[in-house]
């Protein structure tokens, strides 16, 4: 990936960050479309896959 993509998809995430009590934060919902998942379903197994990586890691 060239440097001007990783900038523009850097730009592009924080353009959907939102601040929740002082914590920023990203809606799944808004990350499904910017990383080019079409159907909730399918990335929903991803957060789910993404869940038991940090859990078999050791991560809460």
Known sequence: MKS???K?????FEQVSS???GIECWSARELQILLGYSKWENFSKVID???EAC???GKK
Do not use: D, S, T
């Not at 523009?8 to 592009?12: G, K, Q, S």
């Open 19 to 21: 601040e929740y009590e």
């Open 4 to 6: 001007e993509e990783i």
């Open 8 to 12: 523009a998809l850097f730009e592009r």
């Open 49 to 51: 896959k993404a869940k």
């Open 55 to 57: 859990k078999n890691a």
